[in-house]
């Protein structure tokens, strides 16, 4: 069985500091990873993937995502965080044998002001 | 990128009634799934719509309260039956292609059963 942890139901950071959303996974065998966001009245968004390559993987809107095989880890980051960032994030993952994704419970990011 | 229309894009639905929810990507999809996120909620898988072929439903989901139709590569279709307020979600389709590597979403479906 595969299983997503955000372990932080919400994250307030200041506008133009950096930001992390933590994201851990469970699956067997090699992880495809994803990050969604979800802004007020709105469906998902794609943001960023990892599949296999390069352990940071930039992403839409300044975002990038770091994976860690060693701690089954990967956070959702930004140098600087903007206003318009605040929403609710979703981090996902899925086997290489399904295509069927399984989310996280979601991080609500608020930038401050 | 796939973009995914889903209409209608919220309802008001009386109990015991039942609303079918339609989902058209703009190109051919070798997946689609359907998800329902509860308020508040993550999301939830509740099926893959196969083309041609019966939805593989996953545990706690039976065809008899979702059934779902996929004609073809760019189409299908989620039937909410005999809604009861529990079913107050929002639904929402995504497609990939066959490698999965990406998986988009439509903007979904708000349903409030009253």
């Known amino acids: 069985a595969q299983s997503v942890a955000q372990p932080e139901d919400q994250v307030n950071v200041a506008e133009g500091n950096p930001l992390t959303v933590k994201c851990t996974y469970s699956?067997?065998?090699?992880?495809?990873l994803f990050w969604y966001v979800q802004y007020p009245n709105r469906g998902l968004q794609f943001l960023l993937k990892?599949?296999?390559?390069?352990?940071l993987v930039k992403g839409s809107y300044g975002f990038e995502a770091e994976f860690n095989k060693s701690q089954t880890s990967f956070h959702l980051k930004k140098p600087s965080a903007l206003v318009s960032d605040s929403a609710l994030y979703f981090c996902?993952?899925?086997?290489?044998?399904?295509?069927?994704?399984?989310f996280g419970k979601g991080t609500k990011l608020s930038v401050i002001p | 990128s796939a973009v995914i229309s889903q209409k209608p894009s919220r309802d008001i639905c009386q109990r015991g009634t039942s609303l079918t929810i339609q989902c058209q990507v703009d190109?051919?999809?070798?997946?689609m799934f359907w998800y329902r996120q509860q308020p508040g909620q993550s999301l939830t898988l509740i099926a893959t719509?196969?083309?041609?072929?019966?939805?593989?439903?996953e545990s706690g989901f039976v065809i008899d309260k979702f059934p779902i139709s996929r004609p073809n590569l760019t189409f299908s279709t989620l039937t909410v039956s005999n809604m009861s307020p529990e079913d107050s979600s929002i639904y929402l389709c995504?497609?990939?292609?066959?490698?999965?590597?990406?998986?988009?979403f439509g903007e979904g479906s708000w349903l409030t059963v009253v």
């Open positions: 995504s497609a990939g292609d066959n490698s999965g590597n990406t998986i988009y």
């Open positions: 699956v067997s065998g090699n992880p495809y």
């Open positions: 990892y599949i296999t390559g390069d352990n």
């Open positions: 996902a993952v899925r086997g290489a044998g399904s295509y069927q994704l399984t």
């Open positions: 190109s051919q999809v070798t997946m």
């Open positions: 719509a196969n083309q041609g072929s019966e939805a593989t439903y």
